[in-house]
Structures are given as structure tokens and as C-alpha cells.
Nanobody
Framework: QVQMVESGGGLVQAGGSLRLSCTASGLTFRGYPMGWFRQAPGKDREGVSC????????YYADSVKGRFTISRDNAKNTLYLQMNSLKPEDTATYYCGTEYVGYGSCSLKPHEYNSWGQGTQVTVSS
């Protein structure tokens, strides 16, 4: 079955950086668009960034544009999210999603992904 394992979260001061990783198994990784999502306590899961299977197309939520960069290494079955200039409002559990069932190159809509990792916590202190 599909397994996704996120890592790289932690506690960081505002203005700092973190790099999240998501390693997948049980699927043809290079064949799927993938996305990063986050969920803060009491809030819905929201899309942060996504990347097409070929990595030629990427989308970002307005709140992270210019600060976060998504990338993938298909040879390593790994998805990355480089997060710079972190803000307290970036505090959330971050999830990677795959098995995309939408119609575009990728999407920031959580319901268009069928498989998820367990999440990694990112906490940004002010």
C-alpha cells in the first residue's frame, strides 16, 4: 500500500528556515503530482504548494509565495518543501499528499488527493 513519511519539522524562530521532506513508497512516485498541505488547530487543511509529476509546474498559496519552494527528486521518491522567512502564522502540522485525482497538473485542493502522510509539526515562535 501507499506510505508517505514526512520529516523535517521542528521549532524555529520567526525569520528562520526549515526543509521538509516526504518519502513515498508503494506507488510509482514519478507518475503523480504531489502537494504540501497544512492544518492548524481548529482550522481546515489548506493547500500550501503543489508540483506536477514532471516538476515543470508548481503552484503556491498566496500566503507562502516568495518564501517557500517545492521540489521533488523522482529518483529518491522524495518531495521537499524549503521554507524560508517563517512566520508564526506558518505554525501547523504539514502533510504531503499524493494519488492525485484532479484534472490539472496539480492542485491545492486537499480533496483531490487520496493518500496522505502522518504529518510533521512546524512551530514558529515570535
Amino acid at each position: 500500500q501507499v506510505q508517505m513519511v514526512e520529516s523535517g519539522g521542528g521549532l524555529v524562530q520567526a525569520g528562520g528556515s526549515l526543509r521538509l521532506s516526504c518519502t513515498a513508497s508503494g506507488l510509482t512516485f514519478r507518475g503523480y503530482p504531489m502537494g504540501w498541505f497544512r492544518q492548524a488547530p481548529g482550522k481546515d487543511r489548506e493547500g500550501v504548494s503543489c508540483i506536477s509529476w514532471s516538476d515543470l509546474i508548481t503552484y503556491y498559496a498566496d500566503s507562502v509565495k516568495g518564501r517557500f519552494t517545492i521540489s521533488r527528486d523522482n529518483a529518491k521518491n522524495t518531495l521537499y518543501l524549503q521554507m524560508n522567512s517563517l512566520k508564526p502564522e506558518d505554525t501547523a502540522t504539514y502533510y504531503c499528499g499524493t494519488e492525485y485525482v484532479g484534472y490539472g497538473s496539480c492542485s491545492l485542493k486537499p480533496h483531490e488527493y487520496n493518500s496522505w502522510g502522518q504529518g510533521t509539526q512546524v512551530t514558529v515562535s515570535s
